[in-house]
């Protein structure tokens, strides 16, 4: 069974799901995101966000993050993928759909860098360790 973390912001819930439906649909894992019924909410403070975020990034061996928030969440986005680096954990990273290209920042540090589809996401899945 993987352990995945998936970036996400409640306003691109609809990109979280569509991910987590693909991964559902092929693989047997648990979910390390933070879901938004969890105490790690939008209502705490942006330390103790911080914290729950890295709590769940080292329970995963995988982080997988849609390229396509960067535009708004910059900030957090590149807060998960520097902890997940520095935590070892593969990470996957999605281009949105139509785009060419990603932050540098969000290159360095990821894994594997893939187009936005089910199959390219559960092979790269399943290539890390």
Known sequence: MKNI????????KNDYE???????????FYDYSIP?????????????????I???IRYSSIVVIAGGMYASYSDW???EIKTAYEMKK??????PWGNKRLP????????????WNKKSLIEAIKECQ
């Open 5 to 12: 973390f998936i970036s996400h912001s409640w306003r691109y």
């Open 18 to 28: 569509t991910i987590f439906n693909w991964l559902k649909e092929e693989l047997s």
């Open 36 to 52: 938004k019924h969890d105490n790690c909410g939008e209502k705490l403070s942006e330390y103790d966000l911080k914290k729950c």
């Open 54 to 56: 890295e709590n769940q």
């Open 77 to 79: 986005i590149d807060f």
């Open 90 to 95: 593969c990470i996957v990273l999605i281009k």
């Open 104 to 115: 540098l920042s969000a290159q360095l540090y990821a894994t594997k860098i893939i187009n």
